[in-house]
């Protein structure tokens, strides 16, 4: 089974399902069935089944299963498609692993900090109250970490667009795919070029207070 264009067909030879693959414009789910007529006739109870599922649109129902009563024919048969769809591995899998959610998530709580920081550096001196700075510091900082939970899921969703487990790669129609992993690639190392500038800006500023402070 091939869906493509939000439409899905049942095909019964690879010929079929290449023909339907070439002339797609988005490919969104293949399904790969081998089943004995005893597996259909019991509607999977007994007999024999081996079934791919590769998922672009949602990975995570992605998955490989083989079920019979032989033994050796499941593990060999398992073994096969593993290691033939390991070929095909993409190296993509840093873009759901912990390390990149909880990098997102201290270069957001990094930015909103500095974003902070600076607002209440533009709003407090047109203000008249007591501690002013502080007050527009800790509001905004109040309202960034509300949106921020959103921001977090948004940017997440974002890599994982551009950099997905699971791609139906067309040499000719895939143009815009590779230009959407430049753009998110690029603008992730301005993010964090920034993000760094900023730290250290602000680092050495408090150094330099500190110092004058201690200044005879």
């Given at each position: 089974?091939?869906?493509?264009?939000?439409?899905?067909?049942?095909?019964?030879?690879?010929?079929?399902?290449?023909?339907?693959?070439?002339?797609?414009k988005?490919?969104?789910r293949?399904?790969?069935?081998?089943?004995?007529?005893e597996?259909?006739?019991?509607?999977?109870?007994?007999?024999?089944?081996?079934?791919?599922?590769?998922?672009?649109?949602?990975?995570?129902?992605?998955?490989?299963t083989?079920?019979?009563d032989?033994?050796?024919?499941?593990d060999?048969?398992?073994?096969?498609?593993?290691?033939?769809l390991?070929?095909?591995?993409?190296k993509?899998?840093?873009?759901?692993?912990?390390?990149?959610?909880?990098g997102?998530?201290?270069?957001?709580?990094?930015?909103?900090?500095?974003l902070?920081?600076?607002?209440?550096?533009?709003i407090?001196?047109?203000?008249?109250?007591?501690?002013?700075?502080?007050?527009?510091?800790?509001?905004?900082?109040?309202?960034?970490?509300?949106?921020w939970?959103?921001?977090?899921?948004?940017?997440?969703?974002?890599?994982?667009?551009?950099?997905p487990?699971?791609?139906?790669?067309?040499?000719?129609?895939?143009?815009?795919?590779?230009?959407?992993q430049?753009?998110?690639?690029?603008?992730?190392?301005?993010?964090?070029?920034?993000l760094?500038g900023?730290?250290?800006?602000?680092?050495?500023?408090?150094?330099?207070?500190?110092?004058?402070?201690?200044a005879?």
């Amino acid at each position: 089974m091939i869906r493509f264009d939000d439409k899905g067909y049942r095909v019964y030879t690879i010929d079929d399902l290449l023909r339907y693959y070439r002339i797609a414009k988005s490919v969104e789910r293949i399904i790969i069935t081998i089943e004995a007529f005893e597996s259909l006739r019991t509607q999977r109870a007994i007999g024999t089944v081996l079934e791919v599922r590769l998922d672009e649109k949602d990975p995570n129902t992605s998955y490989l299963t083989a079920t019979s009563d032989n033994r050796d024919w499941v593990d060999a048969s398992f073994s096969s498609i593993q290691e033939g769809l390991a070929k095909f591995q993409n190296k993509n899998r840093w873009a759901y692993s912990a390390w990149t959610a909880l990098g997102v998530q201290i270069s957001g709580v990094t930015l909103g900090f500095l974003l902070s920081l600076w607002a209440a550096s533009k709003i407090a001196p047109k203000l008249t109250v007591e501690n002013a700075y502080i007050l527009t510091f800790l509001f905004m900082l109040l309202i960034f970490s509300n949106t921020w939970t959103y921001l977090n899921h948004f940017c997440l969703r974002l890599i994982h667009i551009s950099f997905p487990n699971i791609k139906f790669i067309r040499s000719d129609k895939e143009n815009l795919h590779w230009l959407m992993q430049a753009v998110v690639g690029g603008v992730i190392g301005a993010i964090v070029l920034y993000l760094l500038g900023q730290a250290s800006s602000f680092l050495l500023e408090i150094m330099s207070g500190i110092v004058n402070k201690n200044a005879p």
